[in-house]
């Protein structure tokens, strides 16, 4: 299982932008779909973007797209979460993981490696 760290969370006025990062280690070669979950308490985690290893495609929640970039340059091991137009309702703390699988990546019991998630707040 591959270590993952995630950074670029905080607070921000709605309408405004953050960009979160994950960093993976400890896992060989960069064949494994990277992506992003959202919780808030009491809640379930919920997905929110995907990209699949093999070909780059990328996969977003209905709430999200057109707003939110996944991004994995050179498909290194490194993703990245493009937030912008945030809303109050984008408050939760953002989670990102790895899985080996190339389908269903919409759903976390895809994914076998997950990071301890960044908090993200938007204020209106």
């Known amino acids: 299982q591959a270590q993952l760290v995630e950074s670029g969370g905080g607070l921000v006025q709605a309408g405004g932008s953050l960009r979160l990062s994950c960093t993976a280690s400890g896992r060989t070669g960069s064949r494994y779909s990277m992506g992003w979950f959202r919780q808030v308490p009491g809640k379930e985690r919920e997905f929110v973007a995907a990209i699949r290893w093999s070909d780059g495609d990328t996969y977003y929640a209905d709430s999200v797209k057109g707003r939110f970039t996944i991004s994995r340059p050179n498909a290194k091991n490194t993703v990245y979460l493009q937030m912008n137009r945030l809303k109050p309702e984008d408050t939760a703390a953002y989670y990102c993981?790895?899985?080996?699988?190339?389908?269903?990546?919409?759903?976390?019991?895809?994914?076998?490696?997950w990071g301890q998630g960044t908090q993200v707040t938007v204020y209106s």
């Open positions: 993981a790895t899985s080996r699988n190339l389908v269903e990546l919409n759903t976390q019991w895809a994914y076998d490696s």
